[in-house]
């Protein structure tokens, strides 16, 4: 411990320091919370007063250090990383939204760094309008409808937990503003495209080392496989899939396997899927010591509440699923949607899934919104274009295209 100087007074066995400065009466206090070094006026001039308002003062900096709330600051930064640690911890409970992970990306890379120094009831129009700027700057192009929507709603929770925690009120919170780029064509993929995926994918389980990179990549490939064969959401639905979600049911006397799916609007709903979605099911029961044992039937008898997608002790598997599948895709040269000039994700594989059902023609667009859980409205908003593709035959007259190429121009 440093040597006491003049004017300086320990407190709480050491653990805060009282001392004074020249240009005013009042004692200050310096103390450690949270891992910092903080000071702050106990507003008092008489050593007394000023020892008792020093041990009120640090003793609530402790308490809500210990429970992850701001200790004095009313920065951004301190409120944003509490509303962080708020979501962290509800996801590691298995409570938090997934939409979680991206909010705390966004806080991370973008609302911290341009907002981080401001105090959060100064948060103003003209603030915004300077951080608009410098996170185009920073993506390096506008970003979509669907961008500003993640980054609103987690500036929202940071208002939240300031308004909570008495640092701001409800009319100092700014209207959040949202004109983005349109984005109704998504990135998705053709047949072809997926033919070359799944001789990609076959090579790229065969180049990975023994271990957690083989591992990740054969379930990799099982979990693509049931995205773009079923249609379920990659995250909010696909991670809270359980064995107990998954069940072989009877219609006219046949056999038919269905999931039980519960994601973006929190309602659970029965979907029945390509019987070709058992064969990736079992694999993944083939890997797992803990059930292998079992036949399939035992397996979905048996109503097991265990995760139907886990790899070794991987948290945010979902993240971690999404880097192998752009790596994979980059190595098979399929990253990039030529037609949307946009990176394809996990997402794309719903979307594969909605053209191709689409273009069948075999399910009507109410069982096809009812069945991935979803509207009408979304279906032709994004994919009206399908309709027309429906009715080429009409529009391109008689004969083949192919009869017509072989013949010379006149």
Request: aromatic share 8%.
């Amino acid at each position: 411990m440093p040597q006491k100087a003049d004017h300086t007074v320990h407190n709480l066995e050491g653990k805060a320091i009282l001392y004074q400065r020249t240009n005013t009466p009042h004692w200050q206090v310096r103390y450690k919370a949270d891992g910092k070094w903080l000071r702050a006026t106990t507003k008092q001039a008489e050593l007394t007063d000023a020892k008792a308002a020093a041990v009120e003062l640090v003793m609530n900096a402790w308490y809500r250090a210990k429970n992850d709330l701001p200790v004095i600051t009313k920065r951004f930064k301190s409120v944003a990383n509490t509303a962080i640690k708020r979501m962290e911890a509800a996801l590691a409970a298995g409570h938090g939204k997934v939409t979680y992970q991206s909010y705390i990306r966004a806080l991370k890379n973008y609302h911290i760094p341009f907002l981080g120094q401001h105090n959060i009831d100064k948060i103003t129009y003209s603030v915004l309008k300077d951080f608009e700027q410098k996170r185009i700057a920073k993506m390096g192009k506008e970003p979509t409808a669907s961008t500003l929507n993640t980054h609103n709603s987690a500036l929202n929770r940071v208002f939240d937990v300031a308004i909570e925690l008495g640092f701001m009120t409800k009319s100092q919170v700014p209207e959040l503003q949202n004109n983005g780029t349109g984005s109704n064509r998504r990135a998705d993929i053709t047949i072809d495209e997926y033919n070359t995926m799944c001789r990609g994918m076959r090579a790229y389980i065969k180049s990975a080392r023994e271990g957690y990179e083989r591992d990740i990549r054969l379930l990799l490939r099982d979990y693509v496989l049931i995205l773009a064969n079923t249609g379920i959401r990659p995250g909010t639905e696909a991670m809270n899939l359980k064995w107990q979600h998954i069940a072989i049911v009877q219609n006219k006397g046949k056999p038919y396997l269905s999931l039980n799916v519960k994601g973006k609007t929190k309602k659970w709903r029965r979907i029945q899927v390509r019987h070709r979605v058992a064969r990736y099911l079992q694999r993944i029961q083939e890997r797992d010591p803990a059930i292998s044992h079992m036949t399939f039937e035992e397996l979905l008898a048996a109503g097991l509440d265990k995760p139907l997608f886990a790899c070794g002790d991987t948290k945010d598997l979902h993240t971690a699923l999404g880097r192998v599948f752009a790596r994979m895709l980059e190595s098979c040269g399929l990253l990039m949607d030529k037609r949307t000039e946009e990176k394809r994700t996990l997402y794309s594989l719903r979307h594969f899934y909605a053209t191709h059902e689409i273009t069948k023609g075999v399910v009507s667009s109410d069982q096809l919104a009812e069945h991935m859980g979803t509207s009408v409205q979304m279906l032709e908003q994004h994919y009206s274009h399908l309709n027309l593709l429906k009715l080429a035959d009409k529009f391109a007259g008689r004969g083949e295209l192919l009869s017509v190429l072989k013949k010379p121009p006149n």
